[in-house]
């Protein structure tokens, strides 16, 4: 196995190219002055000291009074620690800023909203689409974080879970019924099945998931979260089957019709009981 670059370890906290280098250095070769770390690092001595003062700030070293001062790392596991300590603060300071302007914000934009929106059918409304990737990963796992009860995936291969498996797992763990309905291996390709053997025994590690085979091609793929046969709950995120269109160049669809979704449920919940096999 590679070793990990250092310096792509350090570029994960948002350092800069400088700061990047000098924290290196300091780690490998440990205390000493800024004028050695410039000459060992090949940054400007004219930016060294500022480099030094930000790292410094960000709680990755220490300084040692002394003529001349000298600096110190932070044991990596106090970097990593800090680090997070440093986003934690960020986020809370941004989110703090964004509540701040929350009534104005409804005050300026509600009645626009409102008022653009009133020529909009209730067809035009019933769906919106996402782009399949990126977007439709992050849209997944917004579904899993904010389902209460139940979530329900049709699926190929569960090819993007890794893109979303924390969110699935936390929500197993918050007591979420998650079950994964794939499609029988027979209608995959080669690869697909190796991936989906490999989805498989991810799924099996996380406790509270369940999962089955179906028998027979799947029309859609996608997620539910909180069908309800009353129509009073649900969202669906899910993209038809569209084997000439490669996956990249397809937009999934979004609703939070309750109704629409209870429909595909009711798919799922047949096709789980009466036409799929035990993984």
Same mark, same amino acid.
């Given at each position: 196995?590679?070793?990990?670059?250092?310096?792509?370890?350090?570029?994960?906290?948002?350092?800069?190219?400088?700061?990047?280098?000098?924290?290196?250095?300091?780690? +490998?070769?440990?205390?000493?002055?800024? %004028?050695?770390?410039? =000459? &060992?690092?090949?940054?400007?001595?004219? $930016?060294?000291? #500022? *480099?030094?003062?930000?790292?410094?700030?960000?709680?990755?070293?220490?300084?040692?009074?002394?003529?001349?001062?000298?600096?110190?790392?932070?044991?990596?596991?106090?970097?990593?620690?800090?680090?997070?300590?440093?986003?934690?603060?960020?986020?809370?300071?941004?989110?703090?800023?964004?509540?701040?302007?929350?009534?104005?914000?409804?005050?300026?934009?509600?009645?626009?909203?409102?008022?653009?929106?009133?020529?909009?059918?209730?067809?035009?409304?019933?769906?919106?689409?996402?782009?399949?990737?990126?977007?439709?990963?992050?849209?997944?796992?917004?579904?899993?974080?904010?389902?209460?009860?139940?979530?329900?995936?049709? +699926?190929?291969?569960?090819?993007?879970? %890794?893109?979303?498996? =924390? &969110?699935?797992?936390?929500?197993?763990? $918050?007591?979420? #019924? *998650?079950?994964?309905?794939?499609?029988?291996?027979?209608?995959?390709?080669?690869?697909?099945?190796?991936?989906?053997?490999?989805?498989?025994?991810?799924?099996?590690?996380?406790?509270?998931?369940?999962?089955?085979?179906?028998?027979?091609?799947?029309?859609?793929?996608?997620?539910?979260?909180?069908?309800?046969?009353?129509?009073?709950?649900?969202?669906?995120?899910?993209?038809?089957?569209?084997?000439?269109?490669?996956?990249?160049?397809?937009?999934?669809?979004?609703?939070?019709?309750?109704?629409?979704?209870?429909?595909?449920?009711?798919?799922?919940?047949?096709?789980?009981?009466?036409?799929?096999?035990?993984?």
């Amino acid at each position: 196995m590679d070793e990990p670059d250092p310096e792509w370890l350090l570029e994960q906290l948002d350092l800069g190219e400088y700061e990047v280098r000098a924290l290196t250095e300091l780690l +490998t070769i440990g205390r000493t002055t800024a %004028p050695t770390l410039s =000459e &060992a690092t090949g940054i400007p001595k004219a $930016r060294i000291y #500022d *480099v030094l003062s930000e790292l410094s700030d960000r709680g990755f070293l220490k300084v040692i009074p002394g003529r001349p001062k000298e600096y110190q790392p932070k044991p990596p596991a106090e970097i990593l620690d800090r680090a997070i300590e440093n986003r934690r603060q960020t986020f809370e300071s941004e989110r703090q800023s964004i509540q701040s302007m929350r009534e104005e914000f409804l005050e300026t934009f509600r009645s626009r909203f409102e008022a653009a929106s009133q020529d909009i059918t209730p067809t035009e409304e019933l769906f919106w689409v996402v782009d399949v990737g990126e977007v439709s990963e992050r849209e997944t796992r917004q579904l899993y974080a904010t389902a209460d009860e139940r979530i329900r995936v049709f +699926t190929k291969s569960f090819e993007y879970l %890794p893109a979303v498996e =924390e &969110a699935l797992s936390a929500a197993a763990d $918050r007591g979420v #019924d *998650v079950r994964v309905l794939f499609v029988h291996e027979q209608h995959l390709e080669p690869d697909n099945q190796a991936v989906q053997a490999a989805r498989m025994d991810t799924l099996d590690a996380i406790a509270g998931v369940e999962y089955r085979i179906s028998e027979s091609k799947l029309p859609v793929r996608g997620t539910l979260a909180d069908p309800s046969m009353e129509y009073e709950s649900g969202k669906a995120l899910f993209l038809v089957e569209e084997e000439d269109i490669p996956l990249a160049l397809r937009q999934a669809a979004v609703t939070e019709n309750a109704s629409f979704v209870a429909g595909m449920n009711r798919l799922f919940e047949l096709t789980w009981e009466y036409e799929s096999l035990e993984g």
